[in-house]
Protein backbone atom coordinates (compact mmCIF):
# COMPACT_ATOMS: atom_id res chain seq x y z
CA UNK A 1 0.00 0.00 0.00
CA UNK A 2 1.83 3.44 -0.89
CA UNK A 3 2.71 5.93 1.81
CA UNK A 4 -0.02 8.36 2.18
CA UNK A 5 1.50 12.16 0.46
CA UNK A 6 1.86 14.62 2.90
CA UNK A 7 -0.49 17.41 4.58
CA UNK A 8 -0.47 20.31 1.87
CA UNK A 9 -1.53 23.15 4.31
CA UNK A 10 -1.72 24.03 8.02
CA UNK A 11 -5.41 22.34 8.48
CA UNK A 12 -4.75 19.32 7.07
CA UNK A 13 -1.15 18.85 8.96
CA UNK A 14 -3.20 19.66 12.46
CA UNK A 15 -5.87 17.21 11.50
CA UNK A 16 -3.50 14.22 10.72
CA UNK A 17 -1.93 15.13 13.51
CA UNK A 18 -5.06 14.85 15.78
CA UNK A 19 -5.82 11.32 13.94
CA UNK A 20 -2.42 10.07 14.95
CA UNK A 21 -2.40 11.30 18.89
CA UNK A 22 -5.95 9.44 18.82
CA UNK A 23 -4.13 5.86 17.20
CA UNK A 24 -0.70 6.69 19.70
CA UNK A 25 -3.12 6.35 22.65
CA UNK A 26 -5.21 3.59 21.14
CA UNK A 27 -1.66 1.57 20.91
CA UNK A 28 -1.01 2.41 24.22
CA UNK A 29 -4.51 1.03 26.11
CA UNK A 30 -3.81 -1.85 23.52
CA UNK A 31 -0.02 -2.45 24.85
CA UNK A 32 -1.02 -1.60 28.70
CA UNK A 33 -4.09 -3.59 29.09
CA UNK A 34 -5.66 -4.35 25.45
CA UNK A 35 -9.03 -2.97 27.69
CA UNK A 36 -11.06 -1.65 24.39
CA UNK A 37 -14.06 -0.32 26.53
CA UNK A 38 -12.23 2.71 27.64
CA UNK A 39 -14.47 5.78 26.79
CA UNK A 40 -13.98 7.84 24.01
CA UNK A 41 -13.51 10.55 26.60
CA UNK A 42 -10.60 8.66 28.07
CA UNK A 43 -9.07 8.08 24.88
CA UNK A 44 -9.20 11.81 24.27
CA UNK A 45 -7.56 13.00 27.52
CA UNK A 46 -4.99 10.52 26.70
CA UNK A 47 -4.05 11.78 23.14
CA UNK A 48 -4.20 15.43 24.61
CA UNK A 49 -7.01 16.57 21.68
CA UNK A 50 -10.89 17.67 22.40
CA UNK A 51 -13.56 15.17 23.38
CA UNK A 52 -15.87 16.64 19.38
CA UNK A 53 -12.12 15.61 17.68
CA UNK A 54 -13.13 12.14 17.67
CA UNK A 55 -15.56 11.62 15.38
CA UNK A 56 -13.63 14.44 13.13
CA UNK A 57 -11.75 11.31 12.34
CA UNK A 58 -13.36 7.62 13.56
CA UNK A 59 -16.91 6.66 13.46
CA UNK A 60 -16.85 4.50 16.66
CA UNK A 61 -14.10 2.80 19.04
CA UNK A 62 -13.95 -0.25 16.88
CA UNK A 63 -12.66 1.78 13.67
CA UNK A 64 -10.18 3.08 16.06
CA UNK A 65 -8.69 0.54 17.46
CA UNK A 66 -8.82 -1.60 13.77
CA UNK A 67 -6.57 1.78 13.03
CA UNK A 68 -4.14 0.87 15.95
CA UNK A 69 -3.91 -2.58 15.11
CA UNK A 70 -3.03 -1.78 11.23
CA UNK A 71 -1.06 1.02 12.60
CA UNK A 72 1.34 -1.00 14.81
CA UNK A 73 1.67 -4.04 11.82
CA UNK A 74 2.52 -1.23 9.65
CA UNK A 75 5.38 -0.16 11.77
CA UNK A 76 6.49 -3.62 12.57
CA UNK A 77 6.52 -4.50 8.94
CA UNK A 78 8.48 -1.27 7.79
CA UNK A 79 11.24 -1.90 10.94
CA UNK A 80 12.01 -5.90 9.98
CA UNK A 81 12.08 -4.46 5.90
CA UNK A 82 14.66 -1.53 7.14
CA UNK A 83 16.98 -3.90 9.10
CA UNK A 84 17.07 -6.76 5.57
CA UNK A 85 17.60 -4.25 3.01
CA UNK A 86 20.24 -6.38 0.78
CA UNK A 87 19.23 -9.85 2.08
CA UNK A 88 18.59 -12.03 -1.03
CA UNK A 89 17.87 -15.27 0.49
CA UNK A 90 14.02 -16.50 1.12
CA UNK A 91 15.25 -18.99 3.64
CA UNK A 92 17.23 -16.27 5.20
CA UNK A 93 14.73 -13.65 5.18
CA UNK A 94 12.77 -15.74 7.10
CA UNK A 95 15.48 -16.52 9.96
CA UNK A 96 15.92 -12.77 10.03
CA UNK A 97 12.80 -12.06 10.29
CA UNK A 98 12.16 -14.17 13.40
CA UNK A 99 15.37 -13.15 15.32
CA UNK A 100 15.13 -9.41 14.62
CA UNK A 101 11.16 -9.91 16.35
CA UNK A 102 12.53 -11.58 19.41
CA UNK A 103 15.20 -8.88 19.29
CA UNK A 104 12.17 -6.48 19.28
CA UNK A 105 10.46 -7.20 22.47
CA UNK A 106 13.21 -5.34 24.11
CA UNK A 107 13.31 -2.15 21.77
CA UNK A 108 10.33 -1.99 20.64
CA UNK A 109 7.86 -3.55 23.79
CA UNK A 110 4.57 -1.46 22.58
CA UNK A 111 4.54 -3.33 19.00
CA UNK A 112 5.14 -6.61 20.59
CA UNK A 113 2.64 -6.84 22.69
CA UNK A 114 -0.17 -5.73 20.24
CA UNK A 115 1.49 -8.23 17.68
CA UNK A 116 0.67 -11.21 20.43
CA UNK A 117 -2.41 -9.70 21.42
CA UNK A 118 -4.26 -8.99 17.83
CA UNK A 119 -1.74 -10.38 15.78
CA UNK A 120 -3.55 -13.77 14.72
CA UNK A 121 -6.28 -12.36 13.12
CA UNK A 122 -4.14 -10.50 10.81
CA UNK A 123 -1.83 -12.95 9.52
CA UNK A 124 -3.44 -12.68 6.24
CA UNK A 125 -3.45 -9.16 6.42
CA UNK A 126 -2.92 -6.58 3.05
CA UNK A 127 -0.69 -4.92 5.54
CA UNK A 128 2.06 -5.42 8.34
CA UNK A 129 4.64 -7.98 7.59
CA UNK A 130 2.01 -10.70 6.25
CA UNK A 131 2.26 -9.14 2.67
CA UNK A 132 6.26 -8.89 2.76
CA UNK A 133 6.27 -12.63 4.06
CA UNK A 134 3.87 -13.47 1.57
CA UNK A 135 6.24 -12.28 -1.13
CA UNK A 136 9.41 -14.24 0.46
CA UNK A 137 7.36 -17.50 0.17
CA UNK A 138 6.59 -17.04 -3.01
CA UNK A 139 9.92 -16.49 -3.91
CA UNK A 140 11.26 -19.17 -2.54
CA UNK A 141 8.49 -21.56 -3.65
CA UNK A 142 9.60 -20.47 -6.89
CA UNK A 143 13.19 -20.32 -6.59
CA UNK A 144 12.88 -24.42 -5.35
CA UNK A 145 14.57 -22.55 -1.90
CA UNK A 146 10.98 -23.80 -0.19
CA UNK A 147 9.18 -27.08 -0.83
CA UNK A 148 5.88 -26.05 0.44
CA UNK A 149 3.10 -26.21 -2.03
CA UNK A 150 1.08 -23.37 -1.22
CA UNK A 151 2.51 -19.70 0.22
CA UNK A 152 -0.47 -19.02 1.45
CA UNK A 153 -0.87 -22.12 3.79
CA UNK A 154 3.14 -21.71 4.97
CA UNK A 155 2.41 -18.27 5.74
CA UNK A 156 -0.47 -19.60 8.41
CA UNK A 157 2.26 -21.66 9.95
CA UNK A 158 4.82 -19.28 9.83
CA UNK A 159 2.93 -16.42 11.02
CA UNK A 160 1.78 -18.65 14.21
CA UNK A 161 5.01 -19.24 14.78
CA UNK A 162 6.04 -15.75 15.00
CA UNK A 163 3.09 -14.54 17.14
CA UNK A 164 4.39 -18.10 19.58
CA UNK A 165 7.52 -16.41 19.84
CA UNK A 166 6.81 -13.28 20.72
CA UNK A 167 4.30 -14.85 23.57
CA UNK A 168 7.20 -17.02 24.72
CA UNK A 169 9.39 -13.86 24.48
CA UNK A 170 7.10 -11.69 26.54
CA UNK A 171 6.02 -14.49 29.11
CA UNK A 172 8.82 -14.86 31.90
CA UNK A 173 11.05 -17.32 31.12
CA UNK A 174 14.93 -18.21 31.39
CA UNK A 175 15.26 -18.70 27.69
CA UNK A 176 18.00 -16.92 26.04
CA UNK A 177 15.74 -15.02 23.54
CA UNK A 178 18.12 -14.85 20.80
CA UNK A 179 19.01 -18.75 21.11
CA UNK A 180 15.22 -19.64 21.68
CA UNK A 181 14.67 -17.29 17.95
CA UNK A 182 17.24 -19.08 16.15
CA UNK A 183 16.28 -22.67 17.05
CA UNK A 184 12.40 -21.94 16.23
CA UNK A 185 13.30 -20.09 12.55
CA UNK A 186 15.85 -23.55 11.99
CA UNK A 187 12.57 -25.57 12.86
CA UNK A 188 10.70 -23.24 10.71
CA UNK A 189 12.70 -23.42 7.83
CA UNK A 190 13.03 -27.47 7.93
CA UNK A 191 9.23 -27.50 7.95
CA UNK A 192 9.65 -25.32 4.44
CA UNK A 193 11.96 -27.67 3.07
CA UNK A 194 15.34 -25.99 3.78
CA UNK A 195 17.77 -29.11 4.85
CA UNK A 196 18.96 -29.37 8.24
CA UNK A 197 22.38 -28.52 8.02
CA UNK A 198 21.48 -25.17 5.97
CA UNK A 199 18.93 -24.73 8.22
CA UNK A 200 20.99 -24.51 11.27
CA UNK A 201 24.10 -22.49 9.23
CA UNK A 202 21.29 -19.59 8.06
CA UNK A 203 20.03 -19.39 11.36
CA UNK A 204 23.09 -18.57 13.05
CA UNK A 205 24.50 -15.81 10.31
CA UNK A 206 25.07 -12.38 11.68
CA UNK A 207 22.34 -10.26 11.90
CA UNK A 208 21.58 -6.52 12.08
CA UNK A 209 21.43 -4.11 14.90
CA UNK A 210 17.99 -3.02 15.61
CA UNK A 211 17.94 0.87 16.77
Known sequence: MPTPAPPK?????????TRQ?????ARQILA???????SIQAI???????????????????????????????EFGQVIDERV????????LVAAGF??????VDSHPELMRILRDRGLAH?????????????DLEIGIASGRFSCPNATTALSAVGGALISLVALRLAPTDLDGDEAA???AEMVLRMLGVPPDEAHEVTRRPLPDLD
Open 9 to 17: NRFERRRAE
Open 21 to 25: ALIRA
Open 32 to 38: ETGDTSA
Open 44 to 74: AERADVGFGSFYNHFESKTELFDAAVTDALE
Open 85 to 92: QGIEDPAE
Open 99 to 104: RLTARM
Open 123 to 135: VHSDRGLSPRALR
Open 182 to 184: SDL
